[in-house]
């Protein structure tokens, strides 16, 4: 097992059902076949939804999160943009106007959302965006969904499970880490967004992971 140390904006080789994709430590996915950049569970509007509950979550993370979104779009410029679904967390707040005026502003990119259970805001939000809006896009093969179904003769690439992997090191040295979880038929992307959590998966013999640490991606194979 070797950690593989990538500058900010290069990706890590991924093949998904016959097609080669490039991982990217910022926790998203790019297939430069067609230059579409896919994120799964960016969660925008969390913190001050949590804010607004109690939860002391600080105020910055609201601007670091959507520069970095935006940041990651315009240094890669992809002709499209899925979100896999969880794009905003609840209800409009302030962070949903932020992101709006952001989105817009990428007038080179176009985006579609794959709805998850998240996602509730009406339609007309979304389309005010630019967003256009379905359940399940498909293309060359792939099947993009929010969360993993029982099909197994199609290849589904999901997010909302949040997956995390326990590395353990020397001694008792343990670090959880996000990562692309990869089983015959799926490949389920690590979550986007900050203050998400993590799911701890429990990978089966043939299955893949690829964990994220930092600038850096590390490969298993079980």
Known sequence: MNSIRLPLYYGYNVHLAGHSFLLLPQRALLWPKYHILIIADAHIGKVTHFRKAGVA???????????????LIRSIEPKQVIFLGDLFHSDVNSEWEIFKSEILSLNRTSFILVRGNHDIL??????????KICDIFSTDGITFVHQATEEVSKFEICGHMHPGYLLKGKGKQSVRLPCLYKTN??????????FTGLFNIQPSTGEEVYLIAKDKIIPITF
């Open 185 to 194: 038929n799926k490949a389920i992307l690590p979550a986007y967004g900050d």
């Open 57 to 71: 979550l600080p105020v910055d993370a609201i601007l670091t999160q959507m520069t970095r979104l935006k940041e």
């Open 122 to 131: 009406p339609s007309g939000q979304y389309l005010s965006a630019g967003l």
